[in-house]
């Protein structure tokens, strides 16, 4: 698969409407050095009762497969951080852990 070459703008925001309601800002930066991109940015939402903050970072390679993500969440009651890897034979990683149900995954989703 080949992936077309855009020039990434440094950020980008955006309202989430629908299923939740909220707002996101992402930021973007390239490394030509080895060809990986790096994207880290917030979202806050509502969704039916429940309100949360998402914090991410992620690294992709450049076919903008997934190489690494750090995803902390926040509600009123809770705190929690998930640590996402992929290795160059595309073995999956969540939280140190492998996970061969993931192998045919390229990307993740924050959906």
Not at 31 to 46: E, F, H, K, M, Y
Not at 50 to 73: F, G, H, L, M, N
Request: hydrophobic share 35%.
């Amino acid at each position: 698969m080949t992936i077309e070459k855009h020039e990434l703008p440094e950020t980008a925001a955006w309202r989430h409407r629908g299923l939740r309601d909220g707002f996101e800002v992402a930021y973007f930066a390239s490394n030509p050095a080895d060809g990986t991109t790096r994207i880290w940015g917030s979202s806050v939402a509502v969704e039916g009762s429940t309100s949360y903050a998402v914090s991410y970072r992620v690294i992709v390679d450049e076919q903008w497969a997934t190489r690494e993500a750090t995803v902390e969440t926040q509600t009123r009651d809770a705190t929690w951080s998930t640590d996402i890897a992929r290795d160059e034979n595309g073995t999956w990683f969540v939280d140190g852990e492998v996970r061969t149900d993931l192998v045919a995954c390229v990307d993740i989703d924050l959906e």
